[in-house]
Each structure stands twice: as C-alpha cells, then as structure tokens.
C-alpha cells in the first residue's frame, strides 16, 4: 500500500526545512476586507468541485507545471503559487484573488473578507476567507516548500475548507523549471486519511505538527523531515498496532432493532426480546413501536451478546449522552439496562450525508495501516435508502460492520459510530 500520498482530502501541510530565500524581502502581513462574511453561494459549490476533482481524478495524472522565476535565484513561494492557480480548471473567485494580490493588488472579493500573508524569505504563503453556507465555512489556501538533497525543491500546498481539503506535493527541477506530482508521497510510515488531519505549519522550521480532527485536541501528532527528501512518523508502531481479539469491549453508539434507521418499517418487525445478562431470561419485549420511539444506546459488546441501555419517549436524559452512560451516571435518568443477541443490532455511521462521508472507509483490518476497501460516500450512493450496519465483531477503538443487504464489509474506528 502506498502510505498516504493523493489521498485527496485533508487540510494541511508543509513547511520549509531550509528556508528558500535568502533576500531581504519583507513580507506582507494579513490584510482585511470588510467585517460580515459573504454568501458566496454557487462560489463555494465551485470551491468544494475542485477539491472533488483531484480526488476522484488522481493528482499522480495532474500536470508538470512550468514555474517562472521572478528573481536570478530562482522562484519564490509566489512563483510556485501563480503556476498553481493559473490553471484553468482550479479557477474560482477565490483563486482569482490570490493572483490579484500576490501581483500586488488590493482584492475584495464580493465585499467579503480576505486574509493574505506571504512570507517570502521563509518559502510561506497562507490564504482564506469565509464563507456563509450554513456553517464556519472557509476556504483556504498554504503553500511552502523544501530544499532536498538533490537539488530540487518540495512544494507542497493545500488547498479546503473546515478540514476537508486536498493534500498536494510537487518536485520543482530546476534544470526544466517544472514542478511535477509526485507519483508517491514524501510522507514515510504514516497511515492516517490526510482528510482527517489539520496541520499547523510554522513559517520557520522543518517539522510538520498535526493534529487529527476526530482526536483528543491535546494530541499532536510529529512528521520529522529526514534532511534530504522525506518525512519520518516515529509514532508509527504504537498508532497503528492492530487491537487484539477481546471477549468484552465497551462501546457508546445508537442502536437500532432495524435496518433503515430513517425509514423503519413496522410491518417487518417483530418484538425485540430484552434480556437480564447473555444467555439469561427475557425480561420485556420491545414492540415494533417502542423500538422505534425509545432512544437505544449500545454499551458493551461480550462476545455474541450485547448491553443497550434504552429509555422511552419523554424520559429525562442527560445532555451529555454519552458520557453519562461512559460513566455509569444513568442511575438518575429513565435509562434501563439490558442484553440482546449481537446480530439483533444495528449501528451507523456518523455524519450521514455530511462532509466526512467523504473522508470515512471501511478498512480490511483494524488498523490505518490496513487497506482502504470502501469508502462511505460510495457506499451510500450504492443504496436507495439510507442503510444501517450489521455489528460483526469489536475490538479496542474499532468495529467491524457489514451494511445491512449489501457485500460492503470492513473494520471502521469506533469513535466513527452515530452515538447521539
């Protein structure tokens, strides 16, 4: 498997190990235009196209870009990032006023707001502005790049909006004055989705600090540059060890008696037996109504049998479901406790038809390293009616789901499950 490379959506990146220029060029510091964001409307869908774009297309099928240098020492950061924007198919408003300003001009796009800071003894350039579409939407923009042993330069750029974005990486050869994909990523034993990621990308330095969107916000995440042409995760042996087969793990996640979480039908349900512990005595059944109405909660997965903790309609519950139950603090809320068989059970996915559908896959181990087999998007898209997963088996931090009629099987992290 090749580690990490296109990997298409991701906000962040790269900073330059030994610093490009060596001038006295000042550099511009963030300019802002107008105090309201803007709806900016079919721009944004525009925004979010190009992105889709080099994902679906293949950024190793991109291009060699002819790079034209503005200085006798060769290009700047603002070099590499007109040869970027110039093209035709990455044209929007946006990239249109990244090239008015880096020609020394004063954009203001649609009256919105526009930040700029170009750092051009540092090899750094940052763009974004926001947008109103429902949501803290901005699109934004990084450049830098490297000096490698051979020569050459690393350009790498990003290129999103609120963590979904496009991880890119560019060989510039001096001797052709092209800047070319690069057919594998400079990114060594690292095996996170670059669309899970935010990188925060110091204008001075070698090191890239990362930092997974889904993660504990104190968790940062070091991709050391080798020196020469790479960079090295040291973390990769503890991130990426695959959990070990487990006869008890613990699990937060919705539940459902059904397959079709938004569109249950009633007329094929049947009562959903409630049990006192595995292989115990039935306590109450679920009718196909209270299955429906009542809030089901999964908690624990022993073997081939499962905890739910369930609560019926109007019954006071904590705001913070989840880590009530986590807890054990269901004791002062309507919440009951019960086993059912595993295969009784379904669970989902989180953020349906939201943007992290594009990021989200299906894995064929519980590991990152593993194969990618599937991704969400692409299994919805498959099925008419929004589909829930079967629970096969769980291990620490990560499950294994097959959705409900369909072949689409794999292991996805536990945190990734609809738990509200």
């Avoid at 700047?76 to 990455?90: G, H, N, S, V």
């Avoid at 609560?311 to 009530?324: A, E, K």
């Avoid at 991704?375 to 498959?382: C, F, K, L, T, Y």
Wanted: proline share 7%.
């Amino acid at each position: 498997m090749k580690p990490l490379f296109l990997l298409l959506l991701g906000l962040t990146l790269l900073v330059p190990a030994t610093h490009a220029q060596d001038d006295d060029t000042q550099y511009d510091e963030y300019t802002d235009y107008g105090d309201e964001y803007t709806d900016y409307g079919d721009e944004y869908a525009d925004e979010m196209e190009i992105m889709r774009s080099l994902s679906i297309e293949g950024w190793a099928h991109e291009p060699a870009l002819p790079v034209h240098a503005s200085t006798s020492k060769g290009p700047t950061i603002a070099d590499f990032a007109r040869a970027f924007l110039k093209q035709k198919r990455y044209s929007s408003s946006f990239s249109r006023a990244i090239l008015t300003r880096i020609d020394g001009l004063h954009p203001k796009p649609n009256d919105g707001m526009f930040r700029y800071l170009i750092d051009v003894p540092h090899g750094y350039l940052s763009v974004d502005t926001p947008f109103n579409c429902g949501a803290d939407c901005t699109i934004s923009l990084e450049m830098c790049y490297w000096h490698t042993a051979n020569g050459h330069r690393l350009v790498g750029l990003t290129w999103g909006d609120r963590g979904i974005g496009c991880l890119l990486f560019y060989d510039y050869n001096p001797q052709t004055r092209l800047m070319t994909p690069l057919p594998e990523s400079p990114i060594k034993d690292f095996y996170d989705n670059p669309a899970m990621l935010n990188a925060h990308l110091p204008r001075q330095g070698k090191d890239i600090h990362i930092k997974p969107i889904w993660d504990n916000p104190s968790d940062t995440l070091t991709l050391r540059w080798n020196g020469s042409d790479a960079f090295i995760f040291d973390g990769a042996a503890e991130r990426y060890r695959k959990p070990a087969k487990s006869n008890e793990v613990a699990l937060f996640a919705r539940a459902y008696f059904y397959q079709t979480p938004n569109m249950p039908d009633l007329s094929a349900m049947k009562d959903a037996p409630l049990y006192d512990a595995p292989n115990g005595i039935i306590t109450r059944r679920l009718t196909p109504s209270e299955q429906q109405d009542y809030l089901i909660m999964l908690t624990c997965v022993r073997g081939d049998w499962a905890e739910i903790a369930y609560i019926q309609p109007g019954d006071r519950y904590p705001v913070d479901l989840t880590r009530s139950l986590r807890q054990g603090r269901d004791y002062d809320t309507g919440f009951r406790r019960a086993w059912v068989p595993r295969t009784a059970l379904f669970v989902d996915i989180a953020d349906k038809n939201g943007p992290f559908d594009l990021m989200l896959h299906l894995y064929a181990e519980p590991t990152l390293a593993s194969r990618r087999l599937y991704a969400v998007e692409d299994m919805r898209n498959s099925v008419e009616v929004a589909l829930a997963f079967h629970l096969l088996e769980a291990r620490d931090s990560w499950v294994k789901v097959q959705m409900a009629t369909t072949n689409y099987i794999g292991w996805i992290e536990s945190r990734y499950l609809l738990d509200d």
